[in-house]
């Protein structure tokens, strides 16, 4: 069944760029029935969508983030990707990629997730 | 501060029903678009309970509902297990905002 896995550094200085990559498997990233999304997750607290991308690149980001996000695609690869520049101490939290599920725009649920990367900023 | 609340708490004991509201507005469950529910166990990704207002995902125990109205959503547990301990968030899409968004979460505890 389709599978998604984050990976990326898990240590990032303040100032500096969070680059994660999401490794879709079991499945095709350029299915064209799907979105595929990154969110966050403070520790303690609630869940915040990052934003969204299609296979064909179009890209959709939560508006108080939009300055300093960039989501990517590499159909070749089977990955999408999530940097996010520059980062302070409110950016540590844990990431996770999933897949935005068949549905009406803007009714479609995050039916498939990874298992979460922490990302810890630090000097 | 979510566009999207639920209370911070529920609890019961095993057996018992408890439901957990999502109270959203005109711009996003009011919109008509549709309202899904996560679990997320202690240490673990979020789970995908109910999509679209009301259906369950194969495996989900049909202890699990949910209901939608208006500008209001709930999720209902029957017959409350002690697995059932977690945090449950609702989640939409606000036209207002232009993207999803999700409910602060409610963690329910098992007495």
Not at chain 1, 39 to 50: A, H, R, S
Not at chain 1, 97 to 111: H, K, M, N, V, Y
Not at chain 2, 49 to 73: C, E, H, M
Request: proline fraction near 6%.
């Amino acid at each position: 069944q389709l599978q998604l896995r984050e990976s990326g550094p898990g240590l990032v200085m303040p100032s500096e760029t969070l680059s994660l990559t999401c490794t879709v498997s079991g499945g095709s990233i350029s299915s064209s029935s799907y979105y595929w999304a990154w969110i966050c997750q403070p520790p303690g607290k609630g869940l915040e969508w990052i934003g969204s991308i299609y296979y064909s690149g179009n890209t959709y980001y939560n508006t108080s983030l939009k300055s300093r996000v960039t989501i990517s695609v590499d159909t070749s690869t089977n990955q999408f990707f999530l940097q996010l520049t520059p980062v302070t101490a409110a950016d540590a939290a844990v990431y996770y990629c999933a897949r935005l599920g068949e549905a009406a725009p803007g009714s479609r649920p995050f039916d498939i997730w990874g298992q979460g990367t922490m990302v810890t900023v630090s000097s | 501060q979510s566009v999207l609340t639920q209370p911070p708490s529920v609890s019961g004991a095993p057996g018992q029903r408890v439901t957990i509201s999502c109270t959203g507005s005109s711009s996003n469950i009011g919109a008509g678009y549709e309202l899904h529910w996560y679990q997320q166990l202690p240490g673990t990704a979020p789970k995908l309970l109910i999509r679209g207002d009301t259906n369950r995902p194969s495996g989900v125990p049909d202890r699990f509902s949910g209901s939608k109205s208006g500008t209001s959503a709930s999720l209902a547990i029957t017959g409350l297990q002690a697995e059932d301990e977690a945090d449950y968030y609702c989640q939409s899409f606000d036209n207002s905002l232009s993207g999803y968004v999700f409910g602060p979460g409610t963690k329910v505890t098992v007495l």
